[in-house]
Nanobody
Framework: QVRLVESGGDLVQPGGSLRLSCAASVSISKIYNMGWYRQYPGKEREFVADIDRAGTADYADSVKGRFTISKDNAKNTLYLQMDSLKPEDTAVYYC?????????WGQGTQVTVSS
């Protein structure tokens, strides 16, 4: 069974930084694609960033140049470095792993950007 556990969410001031982590219970080196999504209250979950098996990353336009996705295969951990945070980045952030034919999700971690 695949388990994803996010951590690193916190309250941070605008302009600050946070690093989210997603620890997987399986080896991530062969996972086709892993990513981060976020969800605002009452809204659909939305794409933030993802990274494929080869290390190619993709970002939502709203976070390009501010967020960096990376992974450490030896630690089976996915990261999201978030810089220059804005109040509109406030959301619950979820880790995702595509292991065909299933999608796996973590439980989410709250990020709050406020002064």
């Amino acid at each position: 069974q695949v388990r994803l556990v996010e951590s690193g969410g916190d309250l941070v001031q605008p302009g600050g930084s946070l690093r989210l982590s997603c620890a997987a219970s399986v080896s991530i080196s062969k996972i086709y694609n892993m990513g981060w999504y976020r969800q605002y209250p009452g809204k659909e979950r939305e794409f933030v960033a993802d990274i494929d098996r080869a290390g190619t990353a993709d970002y939502a336009d709203s976070v390009k140049g501010r967020f960096t996705i990376s992974k450490d295969n030896a630690k089976n951990t996915l990261y999201l470095q978030m810089d220059s945070l804005k109040p509109e980045d406030t959301a619950v952030y979820y880790c995702n792993a595509e292991i065909s034919p299933w999608d796996y999700w973590g439980q989410g971690t709250q990020v709050t950007v406020s002064s």
